[in-house]
């Protein structure tokens, strides 16, 4: 390993030392553990709790049965069906739904690891593939360093903006919803394709957050917040009290240097979104995290450098893959008046349920892809395609 931990008391060295127990970290903890619990775990984190403050949510189709065998203790919500709701139709549509929630995730994570293996609030200050400096000093060898501490340097990348504001609210009386809706899109569209996702958690509870497909990545949290609070009065939900705030802003990628952006955050292995491991469309990450997880229990004895080799092709290959993903956020960010966005998930949702389900795991086949292409596109095709080369060609100025 040839570094000397520098310890100030409690040694720290193991076989693999993952940086960031959010969700890919803790997942691959879980994952590690439950195949090699011989093997000497250490997943640290810089804040007190593991996961942050999240609600992950996922659709079944998005998981296998290794994966939902991985994930089943995570789960604290699931609905057999979902609805989408735009101005010329809605749907619902046979597709099971879950949600993980953060507090559940640290709490099953702390009784199934050893104790020593959980290190929160200790902040690392940098990392190679086999040994980690942490902010007070302390120094870790280990055979493999796994480093899953959220985005790298998303100005490698091109992107529209997928930005939200979601509260759980209690309500003084119950709510009708039986089932989750994935997007409510007739509300009014501002700052491009916007729409309200609710998940009815409880008969008097449930989580309301406001998206937007937007140019741009600032985020106004007070004013969405409010329009929260203006949906769930239309529909006639009067609240007691927000019992629950979470709000993100996620790229949504037409296009990019995939080796710069892995790059720019060294050449340690990586998961998680660190390692582009996203889908391009939705900004969701759990399918994928899922999949590292079991992948990388897999290869848990391999060194940091080889392990490094397998997960950047790894990820290389998935990039290349979702290639079809991004041309669509293209086509919606540079070909579609903001105006208009919305129009393109109207007619995507007309689809086969099937078509649907490949297109969020991330498996759309080619006949899919011709099927999302043809007919009468919302947006004119060759206007959409222009648009992308002409962005690519401003991208390929800037270097
Ligand atoms: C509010 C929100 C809701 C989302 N909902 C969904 C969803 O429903 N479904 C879905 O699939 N995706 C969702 N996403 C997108 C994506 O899945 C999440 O962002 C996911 O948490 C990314 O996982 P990750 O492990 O890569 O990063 P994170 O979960 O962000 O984990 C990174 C961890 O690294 C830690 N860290 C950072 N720097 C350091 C340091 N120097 N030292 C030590 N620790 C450090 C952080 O504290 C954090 O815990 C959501 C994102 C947000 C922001």
Redesign the pocket.
């Given at each position: 390993m040839g570094h000397a931990a520098a310890d100030s008391g409690h040694n720290l060295d193991c076989d693999i030392a993952i940086?960031?127990?959010?969700?890919?970290?803790?997942l691959i903890a879980l994952a590690v553990h439950r195949a090699r619990p011989d093997i000497r775990l250490r997943l640290?984190?810089?804040?007190s709790v593991?996961?942050?403050?999240?609600?992950?949510?996922?659709f079944e189709g998005d998981v296998d049965a290794a994966g939902m065998a991985l994930i089943e203790p995570l789960i604290t919500h699931r609905w057999d069906n979902y609805e989408v709701r735009f101005p010329a139709h809605s749907r619902t549509l046979q597709m099971a739904y879950h949600?993980i929630r953060s507090d559940q995730f640290d709490s099953v994570l702390r009784e199934t690891l050893p104790g020593d293996a959980i290190q929160t609030g200790?902040?690392?200050?940098s990392a190679s593939d086999d040994h980690v400096v942490l902010?007070d000093g302390r120094e870790i060898a280990a055979n493999a360093v796994i480093d899953?501490?959220?985005?790298g340097d998303l100005d490698t990348l091109d992107s529209g903006w997928q930005k939200?504001v979601?509260l759980e609210l209690e309500l003084t009386a119950p709510h009708s919803l039986s089932r989750p809706i994935i997007m409510d899109a007739t509300v009014d569209q501002i700052d491009g394709y916007r729409f309200v996702y609710s998940l009815p958690f409880g008969p008097q509870r449930i989580f309301v957050e406001d998206t937007y497909y937007s140019d741009e990545p600032e985020l106004d949290a007070e004013t969405i917040e409010q329009r929260v609070l203006d949906y769930a009065k239309a529909q006639g939900w009067d609240v007691a009290s927000i019992v629950h705030r979470?709000?993100?802003?996620?790229p949504v990628v037409c296009n990019g240097a995939f080796g710069e952006y892995w790059r720019s955050t060294g050449a340690v292995p990586k998961?998680?979104?660190?390692a582009g491991?996203?889908?391009p469309v939705?900004?969701?990450?759990?399918?994928e995290?899922v999949r590292s997880a079991l992948f990388i229990a897999d290869h848990a004895d391999l060194p940091g450098e080889p392990l490094h080799g397998r997960l950047f092709a790894r990820a290389a290959q998935g990039w290349r893959d979702a290639s079809f993903y991004r041309m669509l956020d293209a086509m919606m960010f540079y070909g579609a008046d903001t105006a208009n966005r919305y129009k393109i998930l109207e007619r995507f949702y007309r689809l086969k349920p099937a078509l649907i389900a490949r297109f969020y795991a991330g498996r759309s086949r080619a006949t899919d892809k011709l099927r999302i292409l043809s007919g009468k596109p919302p947006i004119p095709i060759r206007r959409g395609m222009g648009a992308i080369l002409k962005n690519q060609r401003r991208k390929s100025g800037r270097k």
């Open positions: 940086l960031g127990g959010g969700l890919a970290g803790g640290i984190d810089a804040d593991l996961g942050g403050n999240h609600i992950w949510s996922f949600s200790v902040r690392v200050a902010e899953c501490r959220g985005a939200f979601g979470e709000k993100g802003v996620l998961a998680g979104v660190r491991l996203f889908h939705t900004g969701y990450s759990l399918p995290a």
